[in-house]
T-cell receptor, first 111, second 116 residues
């Protein structure tokens, strides 16, 4: 059974204070690892897909990296508008297109 | 691109009534859509996979007679919660598999269901 564990559960940063969110996973053959952002009362917004160890993707202040056991979402010089819950999900071989989600990291960026 | 809408965004109903939620892919065709529910402070739990023109596949523990799913076209899937009870109150979110990047799910904005 695929499993995803995210840490920390919650993170409070000052504006401009860079940090990283962790996503550890176990899956029987990784098809893809996904990062989403979810604002309160909204559906998840797609950020990145990573397919193989060593892959990196960037979007504005966000950079996602992948190893064989975990993924990191690095946030550089965050702004208050980056405050949200960040969700990690994996798609395993043999599971069709199903996603298994972690419980998320709730990020709050303060002025 | 890859926009998914849901209607209604929120609904309040009495116990015992049925509620229908629509999920539409606005700018792409989706042969596969998914339905999730999310409780406060918890992550998304997959309820069922909806394939256009065929019966939905339900996850273990999800009552298929209670949560009716219909995927009649390449842009529309519906979830009907039948004989709703207060314990069915939750945030229901759909997603659609985009054709270009076939393994990426794009999510709708969600529907907040409250059963009194």
């Amino acid at each position: 059974e695929d499993q995803v564990t995210q840490s920390p559960e919650a993170l409070r940063l000052q504006e401009g204070e860079s940090s990283s969110l962790n996503c550890s996973y176990t899956v029987s053959g990784l098809r893809g690892l996904f990062w989403y952002r979810q604002d309160p009362g909204k559906g998840p917004e797609f950020l990145f897909t990573l397919y193989s160890a060593g892959e990196e993707k960037e979007k504005e202040r966000l950079k996602a990296t992948l190893t064989k056991k975990e993924s990191f979402l690095h946030i550089t010089a965050p702004k208050p508008e980056d405050s949200a819950t960040y969700l990690c999900a994996v798609q395993g071989v043999g599971g069709g297109n199903k996603l298994t989600f972690g419980t998320g990291t709730q990020l709050k960026v303060e002025l | 691109g890859a926009v998914v809408s849901q209607h209604p965004s929120w609904v309040i109903c009495k116990s015992g009534t049925s509620v229908k939620i629509e999920c539409r892919s606005l700018d792409f065709q989706a042969t596969t859509m998914f339905w999730y529910r999310q409780f406060p402070k918890q992550s998304l739990m997959l309820m069922a996979t909806s394939n256009e023109g065929s019966k939905a596949t339900y996850e273990q523990g999800v009552e298929k007679d209670k949560f009716l799913i219909n995927h009649a076209s390449l842009t529309l899937s519906t979830l009907t919660v039948t004989s709703a009870h207060p314990e069915d109150s939750s945030f229901y979110i759909c997603s659609a598999l985009a054709g270009g990047a076939a393994d990426t799910q794009y999510f709708g904005p969600g529907t907040r269901l409250t059963v009194l």
